[in-house]
């Protein structure tokens, strides 16, 4: 029988100081391990469209250790388009995803491996404990964020998880499954279910360079989120309708039984005014909401493939040892 065969997938943006150092603490970290379960590894980095040396790092990697292989993008697609091209490039039995900068810390790989192998779980998970290291008005908006989402959508989306996850086969499948434009990872690893263990850690500072999310970024992420998963936000509209229609029946029983009782001295155009301009505001707002899930919507049913790539360069003998995919 042929080792099983474990897929690391790494996406890399401007990582170039990074791509030795990950390589070996993964080796350090793992070999053990490997070699007690039997498996052998392919280290899949995924350029996604840097601009500086990523692409020449793993090239040199490459003249090393056969293992190795990129996948370099056309331009800068983002973190989850290169995740869903890693899996779909991976041949390995396990997969597992992993940032560049050592955040994900590759120590916790052998227990992973472990809950997998012998513990009958189709994956696992893995979530910071805290925040060490991050700024806090950033903490504070991940939090509200985390809770907000929980509130309104049905899939469980856990408060610090991160992306890296180790899985089986059939749970990398049933991902690739799910083809939709606007990827929101964290969602769909929870959507698909599955028997998932859980592991904990304390936040790691990024090794060297810096971070690829603004806070921007971060922000539209989180509402990409939101709309991926919920539609709860759709349904506020009819929310605001129903009460402004309560309040407005209020309004009116109160000007009758004022008029009846004290007659109508004419005035109250001020409120008049502050009552069109908030449910206008309200209108506007509600249907700003509809018109993002239009828009991603509209995207979604362009059909864009999710990432184009410029290169693939990997060992193509290590294909056919294991005869999943296609070659370079
Ligand atoms: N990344 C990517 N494409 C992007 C942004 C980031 O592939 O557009 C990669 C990046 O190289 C890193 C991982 O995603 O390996 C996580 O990014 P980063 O460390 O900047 O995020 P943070 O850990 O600060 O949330
Ligand atoms: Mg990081």
Not at 242 to 266: E, H, N, S, W, Y
Request: charge should be neutral; hydrophobic fraction near 40%.
């Amino acid at each position: 029988m042929t080792a099983k065969l474990l897929s690391v997938i790494v996406p890399c943006y401007n990582e170039e100081e990074n791509i030795e150092d990950f390589y070996r603490e993964l080796q350090k970290q793992t070999r053990e391990a490997l070699t007690r379960h039997g498996l052998e590894m392919e280290v899949i980095y995924v350029d996604d469209g840097s601009r500086d040396g990523t692409c020449d790092a793993v090239r040199a990697l490459r003249k090393q250790h056969r293992e190795v292989r990129l996948l370099s993008f056309s331009r800068n697609f983002g973190k989850e388009a290169a995740i869903y091209a890693g899996l779909e490039h991976a041949r390995g039995d396990l997969v597992v995803m992993m940032d560049c900068d050592l955040q994900d810390p590759p120590f916790l790989l052998p227990q992973m491996l472990d809950a997998v192998l012998t513990e009958g779980y189709d994956s696992v998970a893995t979530r910071r404990v805290n925040r060490k290291g991050e700024p806090p008005v950033r903490s504070w908006f991940a939090r509200r964020f985390y809770g907000l989402i929980n509130r309104i959508s049905r899939t469980e989306i856990v408060d610090g998880a991160r992306d890296y996850r180790l899985m089986t086969r059939q749970f990398a499948d049933a991902i690739l499954s799910m083809g939709e434009y606007n990827r929101f990872s964290k969602g769909i690893f929870g959507w698909v279910g599955f028997r998932t263990k859980w592991l904990e850690f304390e936040n790691v500072e990024r090794r060297k360079g810096e971070t690829k999310w603004s806070f921007w970024k971060l922000f539209i992420y989180a509402l990409d989120g939101i709309m991926a998963f919920s539609t709860v936000p759709l349904a506020m509209a009819s929310v605001f309708g129903v009460l402004f229609c309560f309040l407005a029946l209020v309004f009116i029983v109160f000007i009758i039984v004022r008029k009846l009782i004290f007659g109508d001295p004419t005035s109250g155009w001020p409120s008049l005014v502050c009552i069109i301009s908030l449910v206008s505001g309200v209108q506007l707002f509600c249907l700003g909401i509809v018109g993002q899930y239009l828009a991603k919507t509209y995207l979604e049913v362009k059909k864009r493939p999710i990432y184009i790539l410029r290169q693939e360069e990997s060992d193509s003998a290590a294909a056919q040892e294991t005869g999943r995919g296609e070659q370079a």
